[in-house]
């Protein structure tokens, strides 16, 4: 080869390794500068020729993971966490990449392995744990209707907050056609505009923008409410009288503003006092009194990347910050706080276990301290990105943030109403068995001791309407009897029989009548007691005299020989104005204890909805239902019982409650 030709080949070569030095140059400064989605495409361009770089690689996993693109982040750590001696770090985020996915099984193999390399960080064992059992994060699922919002776009639409019966929301939605010559920047972290805040109202009229004395060319949100309103915290890049601020690394941090509402206009807007230009303040909320304001900062003295601190007004003035502590915070990320009426806190994390991404959490509020955090499970939350939660605990709805496949654009907000268990208690003689009329009850949460309010349907009835995740303590009395309180467990809230979204389950409280001496006839205090015997002071239960009705086997609808019995109790009913009745239903033993549980309340409400459906007033008619519990053939379990003995306990019996 002549020696001019090998020159043009070496001088093309070196060259070429030039361009290439130059492009991956390019991309560290994009990366560097946090403009991921730019660095994405460089690193790409760059790799496609020189695929075996280990800087390029661990760079483009981390962008990916920046932008939230899951997929491509599991595809790049893959290759990544091969490279030896590779940060430890990497493994984690491998394992959460894999989680996001849903490939839980992958996930938990990169937490194990990440947790023996760094013994230190909890994560790695307590999220390998995890996922043993997925079970636990689905046992609320029932209780939620989830469904997106209307007023979603498809660029980001995140942390919605209530305002004026409306919802103020961030989005970095293109604005209208009219509107689009504003001043808005773009956002080199993933090229879309910075955040604005905009307002529904109802939650379903086509979103406006908020108020332009809040937005400006900069990111604005999250925010809060406060002051009857009148008053309002929010999140804005460092931005104020027109200045824009950097910290010394070049980097422009988010701060906290507060104003007040005056003539409809936000007024006298000021910095919160502990804002700093090297680090961020944001995402706040405050309590129902407005005295303690609760936000998110990697300020020194963070446990993780961000945490969860709370300041509180004094004489006009707000304090110091207080980290939350290990109790909330870890070393992910702890973000989105929200404090509901009765003060508690839900907020968003990647650090507590959960179903991947950032999953909500409530901690609630028992005497002025928070309570372990407890992940709310699926709908809400999913293995992607779940965050910005609110709620109003008096109608049991709310919305939340995601990131999750089958949403319209970046972020999504989703509406969400919630539909727990509905108690109904009776209280009976625990001798008679009979219901006991006009009893006092008293409720309380069991951690809280916040009493509950109750409903009396009627003298013998009281309903309850219980929130998911509480156990609750109920305590029955009544003159001349021994009162008597009984625990309500969450886990039973949780198997509450669900039918058409009208959840109710029937429990009864037996009452004891009082200890007597046998000389005295006084209350005894030790020796030798007898209670009063049964049939004095007490009636026995009376039984309709009306064929029993009875049931085919597993079947709940009504046969013709029950519909001319079900007919001859209505020619009582219409003679007896004044009646009550309770249906009692019971099934055989066959099946499970549970299922049989649910057949014999099946059998109650087809009894009942006959009745109902022939003019008799709900109000008159009192359902129970026992399962195989009461068998009046003696076939439990295990006993062989021909047909006859199983259909004679397959059976709806009439209990007079009232002439």
């Known amino acids: ?194 955040l604005d805040l905009y307002y529904t109202r109802g939650g379903v009229t086509s979103p406006e923008p908020f108020h332009k004395d809040l937005n400006s060319r900069y990111h604005e949100g999250p925010l809060s409410f ?18 824009f601020k950097k910290s ?98 839900f907020f968003a994390s990647n650090g507590h276990a959960g179903l991947g991404g950032l999953d909500i959490f409530l901690a609630r509020n028992i005497n002025g301290h928070f309570a372990p955090p407890e992940n709310l499970g699926a709908p809400v939350n999913s293995s992607k990105d779940d965050f910005g939660f609110i709620m109003d605990t008096d109608k049991n709805e709310g919305y939340f943030s995601s990131n999750r496949d089958g949403g319209v654009g970046d972020d999504d907000i989703y509406y969400f109403k919630l539909h727990p268990c509905k108690i109904a208690a009776v209280v009976v003689d625990s001798v008679t ?15 809280t001791k916040k009493q509950v309010i109750h409903v009396n349907a009627s003298k013998y009835l009281f ?25 309500i467990t969450h886990q039973q809230l949780i198997d509450c029989k669900n039918q058409d979204r009208k959840i109710v389950d029937t429990i009864k409280i037996a009452l004891g009548p009082p200890i007597i001496a046998r000389k005295t006839g006084k209350p005894s205090r030790g020796g030798n007691i007898l209670r009063t015997p049964p049939g004095r002071g007490w009636d026995s239960t009376k039984i309709i005299q009306v064929k029993t009705i009875y049931y085919d086997l597993d079947k709940y609808f009504i046969r013709p020989d029950a519909v001319k019995t079900l007919d001859e109790l209505l020619v009582i009913l219409y003679r007896n104005p004044k009646m009550r009745i309770g249906l009692s239903s019971h099934t055989d033993s066959r099946n499970t204890s549970k299922y049989n549980v649910q057949l014999s309340q099946r ?7 006959y009745l109902v459906s022939r003019g008799i007033s709900p109000q008159r008619i009192i359902v129970d239902w026992f399962g195989e519990t009461k068998l009046v053939t003696p076939c439990p379990d295990g006993v062989p019982c021909n047909e006859t003995q199983h259909q004679l306990n397959r059976r709806t019996e009439v209990i007079v409650l009232e002439e």
């Open 463 to 487: 309903t309850l309407q219980t929130k998911i995740r509480t156990n609750y303590l109920i305590t029955a009395s009544k003159e001349g009897y021994v009162p008597k309180t009984i625990e």
């Open 1 to 194: 080869m002549k020696k001019g030709v090998l020159l043009i080949i070496i001088l093309m070569c070196s060259m070429w390794v030039q361009a290439q030095r130059t492009r991956l140059r390019k991309a560290n400064v994009e990366f560097a500068k946090f403009n991921y989605k730019e660095a994405i495409k460089l690193y790409e361009t760059y790799l496609a020729k020189n695929p075996s770089n280990k800087e390029a690689q661990a760079n483009l996993a981390h962008s990916y993971r920046k932008v939230n693109d899951s997929k491509n982040a599991e595809k790049w750590y893959a290759v990544v966490v091969n490279h030896p001696n590779t940060n430890p770090t990497n493994k984690l985020y491998y394992a959460q990449a894999l989680a996001m996915n849903g490939r839980y099984k992958e996930s938990r193999k990169w937490y194990k392995i990440y947790a023996k390399e760094v013994g230190h960080d909890e994560r790695g064992h307590v999220f390998e744990q995890t996922y043993q059992n997925l079970a636990q994060f689905y046992e609320d699922a029932s209780k939620y209707e989830v469904r997106l919002a209307p007023f979603n776009s498809k660029k980001a639409d995140f942390s919605p907050m209530f305002y004026r019966n409306g919802i103020v929301f961030c989005s970095s939605r293109e604005p209208d056609e009219d509107k689009r010559k504003d001043k808005k920047e773009k956002h080199g972290w993933n090229g879309d505009r910075f």
């Open 433 to 447: 068995g009979r219901m006991i009329d006009r009893a006092h009850l008293e409720i309380h949460e069991e951690d």
């Open 248 to 345: 010394k690394e070049g980097i422009n941090k988010l701060k906290l503003y507060l104003a007040t509402i005056v003539s409809d206009k936000f007024a006298e807007i000021t910095e919160f006092p502990y804002n700093d230009d090297e680090y961020s303040v944001g995402h706040p909320t405050l309590s129902s009194d407005g005295t303690t304001l609760y936000f998110v900062s990697d300020m020194p003295g963070s446990l993780g990347g961000t945490d969860i601190f709370k300041s509180t007004l004094q004489a006009g003035q707000w304090g110091p910050p207080q980290n939350l502590g290990s109790g909330i915070n870890t070393k992910g990320n702890e973000m989105f706080p929200f404090l509901d009426a009765d003060n508690n806190l």
């Open 226 to 243: 406060y002051n009857g309103e009148n008053s309002v915290v929010f999140t804005r890049n460092n931005y104020y009288n027109g200045k």
């Open 603 to 609: 059998r109650s409400q087809s009894a009942l909805q």
